[in-house]
């Protein structure tokens, strides 16, 4: 099958967790690749890398550590242990960028390790966390990406989830190595006023996620203007990777049309 050519003028990416799901992961991410959009998955350790590396697809992100942490001692090296460990998987499937969150999330997206309310201390045992991950990132050419999450309906109580605490944790870190994930989703729900968010984060964008409030849907099945969001993106300047993190409304194939469309200028 031929690939599909776009006009869009970034990189579009789509999550094989959440779309095609009556196939095989691996028919999963083929499908995608024959599309012509870039594949994005979550923990590696639930995937037959070998076969991935095989598949002829190309990545662009993935979950960049197994458990841990950010703010907690033992945590914190329990996160770099198997950020190191997802580095390497990183390097044979040559994705670029490796997602983070403030802790482990369970198999619905709750935190492994609650917080109704962050000390200072956490904030400067994040920090240090997040300088540490930047010095792996740097040490082998990947970016590890920081991603904000919403509180309210997916992920309650998990740390350093708001855009506001991931753009002042990236922004003080301030190293190539660590970057925003941008979820425009999540942003939604949990900050609204989206374009500004977007330009207040614009220098430290690694990666812009994508899907439509509420439903977590493809772009047009909810309130997000997305053509609007492509065109604020685009005169910001910003030329990287959007991915559709969300599930198909219905047909698969049209949804990654909608998603395609949206980002088309």
């Known amino acids: 099958m031929n690939k599909i050519t776009s006009s869009s003028p970034f990189t579009l990416a789509v999550c094989a967790e959440m779309v095609f799901r009556d196939l095989p992961m691996l028919e999963r991410i083929q499908r995608i690749n024959e599309l012509g959009f870039q594949v994005e998955i979550w923990d590696w350790t639930k995937h037959d890398i070998e076969a991935l590396a095989t598949s002829g697809a190309r990545f662009s992100s993935m979950t960049g550590y197994v458990t841990g942490t950010l703010a907690d001692a033992a945590g914190a090296d329990e996160m770099l242990r198997t950020a190191a460990e997802s580095v390497e998987v990183a390097k044979r499937l040559g994705i670029p960028r490796l997602n983070l969150h403030g802790t482990g999330l369970d198999g ?51 740390p350093f989830a708001r855009l506001e605490d991931v753009l002042a944790l990236v922004e003080s870190v301030d190293r190539p190595g660590l970057r925003i994930m941008l979820d425009i989703y999540h942003a939604q729900i949990g900050e609204g006023n989206l374009t500004e968010w977007m330009r207040r984060c614009g220098p430290y964008i690694g990666e812009v996620q994508v899907a439509d409030v509420p439903g977590r849907c493809e772009p047009g099945t909810g309130e997000i203007n997305y053509p609007a969001i492509a065109k604020a993106l685009s005169e910001m300047g910003y030329r990287g990777t959007v991915g559709l993190e969300g599930w198909a409304s219905g047909d698969d194939d049209l949804a990654l049309d909608r998603f395609r469309a949206a980002f088309e200028l």
Do not use: I, Y
């Open 108 to 158: 619905e997206g709750l935190p492994v390790q609650p917080c109704q309310q962050m000390t200072g201390a956490m904030w400067l045992k994040a920090r240090d966390t997040l300088n540490r991950l930047a010095d792996l990132g740097e040490q082998h050419g990947v970016t590890f990406v920081l991603e904000n999450l919403n509180t309210e309906v997916d992920h309650p109580s998990v």
